[in-house]
C-alpha cells in the first residue's frame, strides 16, 4: 500500500533503533532523533490494517490540499497547472487563472490524473 515504508508498532529503545536502523534496505527511521520518532497516529494506523485486511484494490491517490497548487499530469490537458479548490475521491475542480486578465475558469477534473506542482 505504501511502497518502502515499515510501520513499528514498538517502543523503540536505543538498541532496538540501532538495530531497526542496519536492516538492509531501511534508508532512515523517521524523526529527530532515536529517542523523538515520528509518530503515525492510531486512528490513521486502524485505517491502514482495515484496508490491508480487507484485501480490496487500493490505488495510489495524490496528496494534495485544497488551495494547493496543482498540475494536470494525465489525458489531454497534461501539463496545465491552476489551484484545487475542491477535491473529491473521484473528482477535484481545479481554477486555471489568467492574471493579466484577472480571469479564471474552473474545470473538473480526474482526481487520479492531478499532482502538487
Do not use: N
Not at 39 to 55: L, V
Not at 71 to 78: E, K, W
Not at 111 to 116: I, L, N
Amino acid at each position: 500500500m505504501f511502497p518502502g515504508y515499515l510501520f513499528l508498532r514498538h517502543a523503540l529503545d536505543k538498541k532496538s533503533y540501532s538495530e531497526v536502523s542496519r536492516v538492509r534496505g531501511v534508508v532512515r527511521v523517521l524523526g529527530e532523533r532515536w529517542d523523538c520518532l515520528a509518530r503515525i497516529p492510531d486512528e490513521e494506523m486502524e485505517s491502514i490494517e482495515r484496508i490491508a485486511m480487507a484485501r480490496e484494490p487500493v490505488l495510489p491517490y495524490p496528496y494534495l490540499k485544497e488551495g494547493q497548487r496543482a498540475r494536470i499530469v494525465a489525458g489531454p490537458l497534461a501539463g496545465l497547472e491552476g489551484i484545487l479548490v475542491k477535491s473529491r475521491l473521484d473528482k477535484g475542480l481545479l481554477v486555471l487563472s489568467v492574471h493579466l486578465l484577472q480571469r479564471s475558469v474552473a474545470m473538473s477534473v480526474d482526481a487520479t490524473a492531478v499532482a502538487p506542482a
